[in-house]
């Protein structure tokens, strides 16, 4: 019998061992190769210049990500946090592309200073805004979420106003471990020792910390000095790897994790975390480069791949407790008055948006073919939005859901990506199915994992955020080939509007009465899903049949209208739950209001665009991610 436990505690740590062993094995073919090839000087300088300094950051990167992941986790008490869910890398890289269009000059120094200020700050902000709930593990992460997509908007907004820098940013950010030097290596193994030694310093005060906050106290503990601490540690580590190497995600989530589950506790995690994350970042990077992918996918995207999954995997099985929504009772407020006052609203969006700066009648009459598009377009995409998030906040009964928190936005770039690298120029009723069909397929998978795991809706979040990193990975796979493929996913993502013409509007508007329309139809299910599966059966509707009818018109509305706006313009989440804050509770004027808010946003968000630094214009999407993600901030920040 002990012979058995000792076996079952061994074989996880046997598995690691066998993984390091394929590691080095498949770094032994390529460096073999090189041999082989006659060992001239051009494969020396390869060996020594590029092939074994990647080797190298590989190892030393995934470490310190893995110890970075341990300590955030272990200060915060949060298996969920890593730089990635906490904002820390987003953050790092709107501070790094400050830097390189304002201050280039700054070099490696002031690039690394940077990474640190820019994660620090975004932490801060997440921490502020969870530290009313206590730091609950669920909205710290949803925190770091919503901070990341604003910053990483603000980063797409600062680099296309500089549009020479924003390929090498974008490649940039995917993480690459490609290396022409030592030098990455050495300043990553420089803050990983520097780390290591604070850990060691940090190993009982954290012990004593897990304890209990009041237990701490209790000890003489200083709990805040402590957290600040780790957390101080845990950026700097991760902010070091972001700034030599770029974003690699899901590590610093992995490598804690995987070294619990395979048996480590308390103060071994930190020692084993570092270990497990070299192993891995070490053998993803060694598979991407056997199968000759090494210079076309990034290495963090070829890390979501594997992180995603994992998170999803998690969330089931994590020992956190769903709260329920704390939304105060809406304002009774007479519908009609407030659908009035919406659709003046909208109204008065259209005329500002045609009308400002047009000189005279004659500049009128003159800017109105290139005006007219936009804005009929920009109004339907904002509408289709509003209405897919008006299904899914009631399908899933969470108030702030929306297709783009979800996930579904970026399915429907899998989706799009998908038609244009096996049909090069497509039309946009192809380009519509194709990601209609992607949007379906990744809100098909959020709610399997919802349904099957019973995950209450702030985990259907976190889910969605795993799909959404997971859809984007293969985004930027797609993207880095550099094929005209990738440029116009790239014009896709940032939701660009400059080359919308009359046709395309006509089918925007068109594909927003067609879709939207057989909406109305299900204003009973609407009403009466929400109230749960037992009380939908017991009057009659077929929970099923309905889901699955919900289901698709919500992934055909979110697929169209991503086409106009790009996959994270938050508006299916903000028009939603802004007009259901101002009384409208029932589904029809629900869905009503929030199509007139969505579409007047979304005017207002194009007419901004082409104006707040005129004469250059700012893409739709990323300008109402902007707008839309304040407003989410404000919330979380709220309750």
Not at 35 to 40: C, E, F, L, T, V
Not at 464 to 475: E, M
Not at 573 to 579: G, I, N, W
Request: proline fraction near 5%; glycine fraction near 12%; charge should be positive.
């Amino acid at each position: 019998m002990a012979e058995a436990g000792t076996a079952s505690r061994l074989a996880p740590w046997l598995i690691w061992g066998a993984l390091a062993a394929l590691a080095a094995a498949l770094s032994l073919d390529q460096i073999l190769g090189l041999a082989a090839r006659g060992g001239s000087d051009i494969d020396h300088a390869l060996f020594v210049y590029s092939l074994a300094p990647r080797i190298a950051v590989a190892i030393v990167a995934g470490a310190a990500l893995g110890l970075s992941g341990a300590l955030l986790q272990a200060a915060l008490d949060n298996p969920l946090a890593e730089p990635s869910t906490l904002g820390v890398f987003a953050g790092a890289q709107l501070a790094l592309g400050a830097i390189s269009v304002f201050a280039p000059a700054l070099g490696a120094f002031g690039r690394e200073a940077a990474a640190l200020c820019g994660g620090a700050g975004a932490a801060a902000l997440v921490l502020a805004l969870g530290w009313r709930r206590k730091l609950d593990p669920v909205t710290v992460v949803l925190c770091g979420m919503v901070v990341a997509m604003v910053a990483s908007s603000l980063t797409a907004a600062l680099i296309l106003a500089r549009g020479e820098y924003l390929f090498a940013l974008l490649i940039w950010g995917g993480g690459s471990l490609a290396q022409e030097g030592w030098r990455a290596t050495g300043a990553i193994a420089a803050v990983l020792v520097v780390g290591a030694f604070a850990t060691l310093v940090l190993i009982r005060p954290l012990a004593t910390l897990a304890a209990g906050e009041a237990s701490a106290r209790s000890l003489g503990a200083p709990a805040p000095l402590i957290r600040i601490s780790a957390l101080g540690v845990g950026v700097l580590l991760a902010t070091t790897v972001a700034a030599e190497v770029g974003l690699i995600a899901f590590v610093g989530l992995a490598a804690p994790t995987l070294a619990r589950l395979s048996g480590a506790r308390s103060w071994r995690t930190l020692a084993v975390a570092p270990v497990i994350g070299a192993i891995l970042l070490w053998l993803t990077d060694s598979l991407v480069r056997h199968l000759g992918s090494g210079e076309t996918i990034p290495a963090g995207a070829a890390t979501a791949l594997l992180g995603a999954p994992l998170l999803l995997w998690l969330l089931p099985r994590l020992h956190l407790a769903d709260r329920p929504a704390s939304e105060r009772a809406p304002r009774r407020r007479a519908p009609r008055n407030v659908l009035i006052a919406l659709a003046a609203l909208f109204v008065l969006a259209s005329v500002a948006a045609l009308t400002i700066g047009a000189a005279s009648g004659a500049g009128f009459v003159e800017l109105l073919p290139f005006r007219a598009p936009r804005t009929a377009a920009a109004a339907a995409s904002g509408a289709m939005l509003a209405a897919a998030g008006v299904i899914l906040q009631r399908l899933t009964g969470n108030p702030i859901a929306g297709p783009e928190v979800l996930g579904v936005g970026a399915g429907a770039g899998v989706g799009l990506a998908v038609v244009l690298v096996a049909a090069g120029s497509a039309s946009f009723g192809l380009q519509t199915l194709g990601a209609a069909l992607g949007a379906l397929g990744a809100l098909g998978l959020i709610l399997g994992v919802a349904g099957r795991d019973r995950l209450g809706p702030e985990r259907m979040l976190l889910a969605g955020a795993g799909i959404s990193a997971l859809c984007l990975a293969g985004l930027n796979a797609v993207i880095a080939t550099g094929s005209p493929s990738a440029f116009a996913l790239l014009a896709w993502i940032t939701g660009a509007t400059d080359a919308i013409d009359g046709s395309q509007a006509i089918m925007a508007v068109v594909a927003t009465v067609a879709i939207a329309a057989p909406v109305a139809l299900t204003l009973r299910w609407l009403e009466v899903l929400p109230l749960g599966p037992a009380v939908s059966r017991s009057v009659g509707l077929n929970v099923a049949a309905a889901r699955a009818a919900l289901t698709g018109l919500a992934a055909l509305l979110t697929g169209a209208a991503a086409l106009v706006a790009g996959p994270l313009s938050f508006v299916g989440l903000v028009a939603p739950h802004a007009v259901r804050a101002l009384g409208l509770a029932r589904p029809g004027p629900h869905l009503v209001g929030a199509m007139l808010a969505g579409a007047a946003l979304m005017v207002a968000a194009d007419q901004l665009a082409r104006t707040v630094i005129f004469p250059y214009q700012l893409p739709l999407g990323l300008f109402a991610s902007l707008i839309g993600g304040g407003y989410l901030l404000f919330v979380l920040g709220r309750r």
